[in-house]
């Protein structure tokens, strides 16, 4: 079982259920604006705590209100695109690609960065990034830190046609290869129905 | 013999010149030379009652002394008045203000509409001493409101020497050394306490050096020294 | 505690009088020194830099001196002063202020430059497209944005006015009632011995204004922190 | 100008030393209140805000008698560090880095806290996800984000050293050698009537000090700056 | 003629040149990320000035290098909408709205909050928004200013499907009725094909 969420949190004045189990391989997040994707995405990286309930993934209990898991944000391995990006604005982009970077096992890094497109790119600063190319980069850097489980929240927003092509061969590849559940975001119905063996409407 | 150590010695602002003339000559007589520390008498007398490692304290005031003295940290028997000053009156360099130091002198009408510069007479020293001769002189009342409190007696020169002010009070030694000022008249001397600067050994002094540079500033050598620089001794 | 004496309230309302001019005065230059430097690069920029640093790295005593040096009637500068305008500094609360603000100086400029710096500036330009002219994007997008650098700016400078002493006494004397504000009544009781409550008394109340302004400050920050809201972790 | 004489020497190298070791003294300390009033929320957080100001609000001289009130061999925490550590501060340079430093706090807590509101969470968030701990996620993450505030710090804390004088003459008193630092020995040549030229180069001798340290900064302020880049408008 | 536009403008290392004419309508800008599409649209914004070149929309030149004219960006008149949204983020989504409001002309308010969705989040501070409730925000805020013409870069990139259709509705009544010249960025090809007259390759 990849994914095996059963919780409940507040945003503002909101409060947001989310119960659903996910078999093997990639599992989309599909419903409108607001309705608390990013939310729930955030709740499993241990970014936001839930208010109660459990989250297990990969068979690994991250959260669990009732037995008093919670484990760290840094200890929960997760490779995560943020819909907003947050690449760091201070380092080049060579230095956000190897941040969470190990020394084992994971992607090739030349060969991800090329798929990627963004070998060029390795000496500038974010600031100076296209759209598209920091979108790249936020997804280079999520799939270089050798994550047990990958979230991603809308990773192709601002990516051209050809380019999202590749990138979706590449996720296919860590999907079926590499076999780490994926928690992926997006509107676009063609993506979702290419990709995800479950989906899950918020 | 192990090399004997300099004395640290405690000295008012004011005594700036002469004491490290002093010091020099001392030194030069074979002496390791003082290391003297300038600063308010009150200030020093405050590092002392705190246990601060020094050996000799010339003070500005007597009360300061008392202070220390009745905390015990005086030497016994080392406390001696040794210096005098008196008080002046001063103008600007160029000015040609007249006045007569007497009982109800029109100092109000000297000044225009000017304020007298002087130390400030809530606290310290020199101020005192000049509220002290403008009571009994009889012009406090009318002077009291227009006076420009300094921080010390330099202070009070220095708003005059800068023309800031048409008038202050100040000691001889302060007005002699500067060639921005004249002196207009000397303040009797029965119009206030008398100007005396006390020296002391401290009783946690440990080096021998600090009672003997005391000594030698009550040596007729070295008030020689104090008076080139305008001082009266004792 | 007993109540204040009126001697004390007297020096309190002038302390009050004279920091909240001062930098209510000092604010606005202190704010264009500030963008200049964050903003501009131009040659000699340091220079500005250095002269805007001064009263921090002079001996207050120095600063006093040399005010009085530019301001005092004798002065071709207070001269011009006191002839087109009226302005006299010399032995006047004014002048407390004047010495005050100045001492201020360095540390609003430089909290506001931090805050500055720190402002996006592509959100000024959005409100470029949006019709809003230099102006206007600077009243209500780039001033906003850096509130919090001109707070810590207002609070820094309140307490130095408070606290300062040496520029002020040099400078402007230490008049009651005129000039005399809490450091140099401190400083007059600190001179006589065996007065040390006196001073404690006076050092309480330079506190007990210091504290309210920042009281005032903090809430005001954490007002302004909460509107922009959504913390993660 | 003539070439300093060896004793100008000796108070320029005693203003450096004394001013560099109480900023890097200090830097830590300043860092962490600087954290917890930016970060924190807990009961009694103005009351840490108002202490540290302290040195700001009151007038040096009380600062420096307090100093010697808490650090004298005479009181029981001055006994303390005596017996336990060998520190002793009074008429030692150290006490004069002490006053320097104290005096330097409520600046560079306040610049540095002012950068830390700055800094985006959302990144530090960020950080976590990618295997960063508490203490990785500071040293790589927030702290270079908030290196601007750290430099002005620096800059304000050693400009306030170099500058400071009531406290330092207070608590350190004014030992040729061992605690006379550029500012007392400009008080001393003060007291000299007519030595005003003696006063100007030593003043002098400060300005160029922290104009030398403002360079350094802006240099780096200027470095950091450009990495960051992508100026619209 | 709705836009006009032949310029050079620099980039890092790298010089870009535009040069088209497109009929009136919208005209979509089509091409990979890092193709310089936003650069183009921050030029004819104001907000980069380009080397050389010559910049005329709906018949007005706002940039002329040969001419020396360099009309200010508060000038121009156009309705940006950032790829990178720029919500103003110390003011409520009301104020973001209200900020380049004019009194006369223009759309309807309720109307377009109605449209956009996002009604009921005015007195919420931006940084409380989700991704796509801050997309339509800054359309929103665009289109309420009055705009002469309309400069959208990705608008609709984290917007789901069904709240796309009614913004890609309302974006062809303001081409259709209000006839205002429109410079479209999208990846998506349905979309471009959808709403645009005039599609210029980057
Ligand atoms: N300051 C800079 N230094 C170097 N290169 C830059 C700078 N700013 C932009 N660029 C480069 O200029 C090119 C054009 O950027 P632009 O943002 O216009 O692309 P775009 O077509 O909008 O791409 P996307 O679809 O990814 O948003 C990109 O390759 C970008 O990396
Ligand atoms: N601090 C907050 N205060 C009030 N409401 C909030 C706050 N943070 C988030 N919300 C609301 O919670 C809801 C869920 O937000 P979330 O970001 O999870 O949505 P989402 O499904 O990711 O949407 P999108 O597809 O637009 O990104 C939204 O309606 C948002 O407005
Ligand atoms: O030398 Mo004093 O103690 O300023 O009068
Ligand atoms: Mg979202
Ligand atoms: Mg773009």
Redesign the interface.
Known sequence: MSFDIALSLRRGERSLEYAFTAGSGLTALFGPSGAGKTSLLDAIAGLLRPDKGRITVGGTTLFDSAAHIDVKPQKRHCGYVFQDLRLFPHISVRRNLAFGRKAYGGLDWDHTLDLLGIGGLLERMPATLSGGEAQRVAIGRALLSTPDFLLMDEPLASVDAARRDEILRLVERIRDEMRLPILYVSHDRAEVERLAQTIVPV | APARQSP?V?AA??L??SMNAAADAWARKGHPRP??????S??????I??????DVFVSADE??M??IQNKGLVRKGTRVSFLRNDLVLVAPRNSNVRLRIGRNMPLVQALGNG?L?IA?P???PAGIYGKQALTRLGVWPSVQGR??????V??A???V????APLGIVYAT?AR????VRVVGIFPAASHDPVSYPVTTLAASRNPEGEAFRRYLLSSEGKAIFRRFGFGTK | MQPLSPAEWEVLVLSLKVGGVAIVATLPVAFGLAWMLARWRFPGKVLIDAVVHLPLVLPPVVTGWLLLLAFSPNAPFGAFLERTLGLTFLFRWTGAALAAGVMALPLMVRAMRLSLEGVDRRLESAARTLGAGPWRTFIRVTLPLSANGVLAALVLGFARSVGEFGATITFASNIPGETQTLPLAIYSALQIPGSDSQVVRLAGLSVLLSVAALVLSEWLIRRSGQQRGRHVI
Not at chain 2, 147 to 152: E, F, V
Not at chain 2, 161 to 164: T, V
């Open positions: 640290v405690l602002a004011s700036q010149e290391r003297v520390s300038f600063a308010a009150s200030a020093l007398a405050r590092q009652a705190s246990g601060a490692p020094a009360p300061w008392d202070d304020r510069a400030d809530a606290g310290v006076l420009a409190p300094g921080d010390s330099r202070g020169l220095a708003l020497s800068r023309g800031a302060d050394a500067d060639p921005g």
